[in-house]
Structures are given as C-alpha cells and as structure tokens.
C-alpha cells in the first residue's frame, strides 16, 4: 500500500521542475489534493488588499472586468489554467462593440493575472506554479478616443434653470440636477470623489483632497485644491453627511456606480422634458467645463488639465515647485460668470 502512494507521489512529482525545491516545499506540494491554483481566490484577495490601501474607488472597474468574465464564460469559478488565450481572445470579440470595456477589462484581468504569477511563481528557483502564460497570446485593442461630450451653453442654461420647485424631496431629477451643479461649479469634479469625499476635506471654504481615480498611481496623490463658491453652499448643507461624509451618498447608496446611475437617470428625465436632442450624463458636466474654460475663457490647455486634476508631462519640474492652486479658482470664477453671469 505504501509503494502505491510513493509512485503517485514520484509521478506527481516527475510532472514538475524540483531541482531548487526545499523539503518542505515538496511536502506541502504533496499534500495538496488539488494542485491547481484558484485565480477566483487570488483574485478575491488581491481586490480586498486594493480597497484597503487606495479605497473603493479603483476596485470597482476590477470587479466589473472579473464579472463580464465569468458572465461570458458562464463560470463562477476559475483556477489559473483556466484562463486561457483561446477564452481571452473570444471574450475580447464578445467585447467589441464597447468603446472602453474591450480595452480596459482584459488589461485589468492581465494585471491580476501577472500578479498571481508573481506571487506564486518563483522564478530564481524555477519554481513555476501556474505555467500558462496567456496574456502573451493576446492583443488587447487599443481604447477609442472619448467622443467630444461637452454641451452648448444654452442647453447648460436650461438645465440649471430647469424648476423643480413643486416636485418631491425623493423625485430622480432633483438629484440629477443637484449634482450636475456640483460637478460643474466645482471645476468639472468627478462624481466618485463626490462620492467618497469627507469632512475633513472640507477646509476654510475649500476641498482639498485627492482624486479617487489616479491618487494610487502619482506621487502627488493627486492632490487638488478648490474654493467652494457661494451658489453650491446649499447643496453642501443640503446633502449633509453623518458619518464623517461631506456627502451622504456613499451613506445611501452601496456602491457609486449606482449612485451615479440613478443621477444620469434623473438627467435624462430633464433633457426628455427639455427636449435637449444630446445624451446627458454626469460626464457632459465635467467636458462643458473644460471646453468652456479654454474656448470661451482663454484658459491654456496646461492650464484646464491642471484643473481637471489630470497628470502632466512636466512631473520633474512639478517637483521643484510648491503648488500654487489660486488659478484653479481664477478661472472656474470665470467660467461661472461666462454661464451663470
């Protein structure tokens, strides 16, 4: 019975490279009944180590990306073999209809991938676990250029204008327009940093924090700092958090994504009645701003990519020099007054 078990044993392990294994590492490769390594347990642990050092926020594209997978495949469960170029490559064609999601659900799978490979491969002792490499058989499509989302300032007007005076406190088109006034007087401010953001961001009439969105991928954090003008204040008071939020969005709503959903909805239902022939979402806000600020206000491109909290070329230099974030307001009060009056 025990010459058996050996020659299982010595099959098993013929099947792999041991020449660097130490005992012990032999032993636990022996007593795992099934040798094959779970890519949906990696995957779970890897986006819990995300959310606990960047937040939410970057982990929900993850999540996204993981459930078309397995929504395609028709599979809860994946180990690492599993994952394949053949299945890769059919899910990119199933794909190709998105603008972003073909692009950016196969990278973000890519890098969970490469990073399961790093964590269970050991490579300087030729230790290979997961052997397939399949993302080496794959082209990723490169991601379309976002179409141009800003909107005339006369439609901009109508929303803004738009009364919801006799409407009630929970109707979707109060939210829709709250928050478009938000986004657009706050110089174009993404919806998930509304989302996260806390009090203790908001700093003598200012919020200083750190975008969601690219904070985990810069040295600066991607820090920014803006004034509050007086016109939002009510919406602050309005939308008052209570547990350590500005907002209470994140308090009411599980995930932004859905947050997001339900404001795009009540947009809609303001363009419908308004007859505004665009789509509108909570995008259009951010991308009127910018044009507006450049086109109509004389802002230099540097000057409303500064704004948008976007990265610059110029990172060396940027190290130099303490940022000074006065023209952010400088110029958000022009475009106020371009719109508003």
């Known amino acids: 019975r025990v010459s058996v078990i050996i020659d299982k044993y010595v099959t098993r392990l013929n099947a792999e490279d041991t020449e660097f294994w130490t005992v012990k590492e032999v032993i636990k490769f022996l007593l795992q009944e099934n040798t094959q390594i779970s890519f949906t347990n990696f995957f779970d642990v890897f986006v819990a180590k995300m959310i606990n050092e960047r937040?939410?926020?970057?982990?929900?594209?993850?999540?996204?990306?993981?459930?078309?997978?397995?929504?395609?495949?028709?599979?809860e469960q994946f180990y690492f073999s599993e994952i394949t170029s053949k299945l890769i490559n059919a899910w990119i064609e199933s794909l190709s209809h998105t603008r972003r999601?073909?692009?950016?659900?196969?990278?973000?799978?890519?890098?969970?991938f490469k990073a399961g490979t790093l964590f269970y491969n050991d490579y300087e002792r030729s230790i290979i676990k997961i052997k397939n490499q399949p993302f080496m058989h794959v082209k990723i499509?490169?991601?379309?250029?976002?179409?141009?989302?800003?909107?005339?300032v006369e439609y901009l007007k109508k929303i803004f204008d738009y009364d919801l005076s006799s409407f009630e406190k929970t109707d979707e088109r109060i939210l829709g327009k709250d928050i478009a006034m938000l986004i657009f007087c706050l110089a174009g401010i993404n919806v998930r940093d509304l989302f996260?953001?806390?009090d203790s961001n908001?700093?003598?009439g200012k919020l200083c924090y750190s975008r969601a969105k690219t904070r985990g991928k810069r040295k600066d954090k991607a820090y920014i700092e803006i004034t509050v003008p007086e016109m939002v204040l009510p919406l602050i008071k309005k939308y008052k958090g209570t547990k350590g939020n500005l907002f209470f969005f994140s308090e009411k709503y599980h995930q932004s994504n859905s947050f997001v959903?339900?404001?795009?909805?009540?947009?809609k239902q303001i363009t419908d009645e308004l007859q505004i022939p665009e789509k509108v979402t909570t995008y259009v806000f951010r991308h009127s701003w910018?044009?507006?600020?450049?086109?109509?206000?004389?802002?230099?491109?540097?000057?409303?990519?500064?704004?948008?909290?976007?990265?610059t070329e110029y990172r060396v230099t940027k190290g130099y020099i303490k940022t000074d974030f006065s023209p952010i307001d400088r110029l958000n009060e022009k475009v106020l007054e371009f719109v508003f009056g």
């Open 55 to 75: 937040g939410e926020g970057q982990s929900d594209n993850y999540k996204s990306a993981y459930s078309s997978l397995r929504k395609f495949a028709g599979k």
């Open 101 to 112: 999601a073909k692009n950016m659900y196969p990278y973000l799978i890519s890098a969970v």
């Open 141 to 152: 499509p490169d991601i379309e250029v976002a179409e141009k989302r800003a909107l005339e």
């Open 196 to 198: 996260l953001i806390h």
């Open 202 to 204: 908001f700093i003598n």
């Open 261 to 267: 959903d339900i404001v795009n909805k009540g947009l």
């Open 290 to 311: 910018a044009t507006i600020a450049q086109n109509d206000c004389g802002a230099t491109t540097a000057l409303v990519a500064f704004a948008l909290n976007h990265s």
